[in-house]
């Protein structure tokens, strides 16, 4: 397969995708744990935001999501900014990418979460509540390794899917492993070798992922019995 | 403070966007269902040189990203001189076709591992008694086994039609107008996010909602079985004949 | 008063002195161009800008005595970027319609070239309506020849396009029949390539009546200082020559329009 000296480019952009991915979990996590959180909780406008957000972001495609947010985001930010009195202030593509895949992402972990945190024996929490332990040393020592547990399935699963949209991040103007592509396939002519090819990395990415998720999964399970069959 | 006035003048645009929108959804949506029954079939037979070759080609269309399948269909493949010239080219040259190729794929993909996975958790005492019974072959499954396993497909299959109806956004960047395509156009044209991003997040929501309720309905009727008993009271104890 | 409430007064009693800070003519500005439309505007490889598009823009800011940076920006978020002021002003061959005149303010054009239609040599006589029915014609889209198109060619299919250079790789790669274009990108970007071989332009040019024509420099709706400034210093640049100089680099044919 002749690139053309192009395959240089596509691997600087698999390590653009892999960043966007990898933040982007991280505050689609935070996003998750704290819808999470809000729907579970006591108070009902909590409860009522948390719905409203997770039922709004699953109704709506991703590239859809992701366009208005990056021009209405940057519509806010620019009427924010003359009313103080401030330049422009500039978004980097890769800063709007990770915000809106957090964003949207966070919306389908706040189910993955919140079956999780259910899933954590209630005995345990009040014990731990009984022994004196304060909710934040609760939430802590108790809740969140027991959680990890019971949330890795559907993390593994977000994930996986949070790979693939990161190809959408190209359309609004990320220059990512998608982008790359499309110019090296502009520049010479030959898009089914650059798109086969990133199809290629994609897929490698998706199985090493499956394999280090599998393992995070066994070690987490160390001690729980599985049911035989 | 929203202008209605730009959302009134792109309403047309925007009905012609939900008609692109719907009609790729139903023929995508068949052919996935059509090809994906015997994939799975496939897909759970013990015979390897069956199921192997379904595993990979899932494997494959499930670990890429649809743009870029949809990329290779419609741009890649355009570069062979010897498609360019053969009588399949017509064919290849359209956006839809390559949008109806590359999304039909896909669905099937995901299909094809809802229903194996659907037939593999077939109640292991119903497949016995069928075969008990002398089914085999075909009547096996058209009688037996895939009515059960379609009916307890249902709640995903339900998902991944919702998740390729709002997939189809993505065939608006290979220049068929769909609903998204009009957004955008409205917003380049008059630069108003919230009026055309707005109204296309409201299509997306309804066509959402609609059919959610649709597999609601079918999940009450085929799934009947699986619905929470109402408690009724006990039969009252007939009292002792004396 | 609660500490939020104090600073929101001192940002709101400092709001007016900021306000009045930028009433002077600014001496940086942030010039919008586009990169992909040679011989316009062109870019290396290593992102080095050249075209006559980029020569204005450096030539206009000389003249106005203002610190310059020029900004890439893909076409077809070009008007959002103007609106949300990632630059002050656009200098990327942006053809003036009404249409595109309820979105931004045009400065007066400082250049005007026709549009032609291009084709597979020998596949059309011409160019008409009629002679194109039924089949499909590619074109930028949101733009002024899409407009045209959409009004006078109503048996014919479209297929739009991102930007303009896509107009020749679809065209070439069989999925339209004919591409309406500049005259200008039409030759030099296309005919004149080797990828142009066999293809060949099809009947007269076509000049859009819609908006003047001609093609100008948008700002953002009601910045008239602005767009004062600019017009005055393209006069300028016209008058001393240095418009001449700077076209004939480029072209050997007359593109400064009605000038």
Known sequence: MDLQGYGAAIVGGLWVTLAVATTSLALAAVFGLAGALAKLSASRALRWAATVYTTLIRSLPELVLMLAIFYGGQALLNRAGLALGLDYIDVPPFAAGVLTIGFIFGAYLTETFRGAILAVPRGQLEAARAFGMRPGQVLRRVMLPQLVRHAVPGFANNWLVMVKATALVSIIGLDDMVHRANLAAAATREPFTFFVLIAGIYLAVTTVSIALLGALEKRYSLGVKAVSF | ?242 | ?259
């Open chain 2, 1 to 242: 403070m929203i202008d209605t006035a730009v959302i009134a003048e792109s309403l047309p645009a925007f009905a012609q966007g939900l008609r692109v929108c719907l009609l790729l959804l139903v023929i995508s949506l068949t052919t996935g269902l059509v090809l994906s029954v015997p994939l799975a079939m496939a897909r759970v037979s013990s015979r390897r040189w069956l199921s192997a070759p379904v595993w990979l080609y899932t494997y494959v269309f499930r670990g890429t990203p649809l743009l870029v399948q949809l990329f290779i269909a419609y741009y890649g493949f355009a570069q062979f001189d010897a498609l360019r010239q053969s009588a399949l080219w017509p064919l290849f040259r359209e956006a839809w076709f390559c949008a109806w190729l590359a999304f039909s794929l896909n669905t099937t993909a995901y299909t094809t591992e809802i229903f194996a996975g659907a037939l593999k958790a077939t109640p292991a005492g119903e497949a016995e008694a069928a075969r008990a019974y002398g089914l085999a072959g075909w009547r096996l499954y058209a009688r037996i086994l895939l009515p059960g396993a379609l009916r307890r497909a249902l709640p995903q299959y339900s998902n991944e039609v919702v998740g390729l109806m709002h997939a189809t956004a993505i065939a608006s960047t290979v220049s068929l107008v769909d609903v998204t395509r009009v957004a955008r156009d409205v917003y380049a044209n008059h630069l108003l996010p919230v009026e055309a991003f707005g109204t296309a997040a409201l299509i997306y929501f309804t066509l959402t909602f609609v059919l959610v309720g649709a597999f609601k309905l079918m999940e009450r009727r085929w799934l009947q079985h699986l619905q929470p008993q109402r408690a009724t009271a006990p039969a009252p104890v007939p009292a002792h004949a004396a």
């Open chain 3, 1 to 259: 008063m609660s500490s939020a409430r104090r600073l929101l007064l001192v940002l709101s009693a400092a709001l007016p002195f900021i306000a009045a800070a930028q009433a002077p003519a600014p001496t940086k500005l942030r010039v919008g161009v586009e990169g992909n439309y040679p011989p316009f505007s062109k870019m290396s490889p290593d992102g080095q800008l050249s075209g006559f598009d980029i020569d204005i823009a450096r030539g206009l800011c000389a003249q106005m005595k203002v610190e310059c940076t020029l900004v890439q920006q893909e076409w077809d978020g070009m008007i959002p970027a103007l609106n949300v002021r990632k630059f002050d002003f656009i200098v990327a061959s942006m053809t003036i319609s009404d249409e595109r005149k309820r979105a931004v303010d045009f400065s007066d054009p400082y250049y005007d070239v026709p549009s032609r239609w291009v084709a597979r040599a020998g596949q059309f006589k011409e160019a008409t309506p009629a002679a194109l029915a039924g089949r499909k014609i590619i074109v930028l889209r949101n733009s002024p020849r899409a407009k045209f198109v959409a009004e006078q060619y109503k048996l014919s299919e479209v297929l739009l396009v991102a930007k303009e250079t896509d107009v020749y790789l679809e065209l070439v790669a069989g999925r339209g029949d004919i591409g309406l274009g500049s005259s200008v990108v039409a030759s030099e970007a296309f005919l004149k390539k080797p990828s142009g071989k066999g293809y060949t332009t099809v009947g007269p040019a076509v000049r859009l009546q819609d908006g003047g024509g001609g093609v100008g420099i948008a700002l953002r709706k009601g910045d008239t200082a602005l767009r004062d400034r600019i017009n005055a210093a393209l006069k300028a640049i016209r008058a001393d020559g240095s418009y001449k100089k700077m076209a004939d680099a480029y072209f050997d044919f007359d593109v400064s329009g009605t000038n």
